[in-house]
């Protein structure tokens, strides 16, 4: 069995935002990453802005998921939690996941916060995947 999304036209369009409803998803090695934030491999923080964060987060997400032989397309859940003064930036998040989930994007939970660990951080992205059984 594939992944399956469902858009059910009983709920608003999530998918111009980038999201699914809801996803049925095959038998596989359940993965659960750790929130991840614009940083790069020297935790340096990328850009001052929203749309760079996001990227790298991202990015970070493709490159664990790699490292247990996944990628983005075995992704089954997102969870954004983006910092109260970014609130108004959403559009620069739905287009990154517009951009790197084209077709069949995963279900996914935009949480606004007060904060996240270091202040310069916008958005942090945990994700959920089921890879494959080889």
């Given at each position: ?18 999201f ?55 992704v ?33 939970s ?25």
């Amino acid at each position: 069995m594939q992944r399956k999304v469902i858009n059910p036209t009983t709920v608003f369009n999530s998918l111009q935002y980038g999201f699914s409803q809801a996803m049925e998803v095959p038998e596989g090695r359940r993965i659960m990453l750790s929130g991840q934030v614009g940083v790069d491999a020297q935790e340096r923080t990328v850009g001052p802005g929203i749309a760079e964060q996001t990227a790298t987060a991202l990015d970070n997400v493709e490159k664990v998921l790699a490292a247990v032989g996944g990628d983005l397309s075995h992704v089954i859940m997102l969870r954004l939690y983006i910092v109260e003064s970014a609130r108004d930036q959403q559009e620069p998040i739905a287009e990154a996941l517009r951009q790197r989930f084209a077709h069949n994007p995963p279900p996914s939970s935009w949480i606004i916060v007060s904060g996240l660990s270091l202040p310069e951080w916008l958005i942090e992205v945990e994700a959920e995947a089921v890879v494959p059984f080889s």
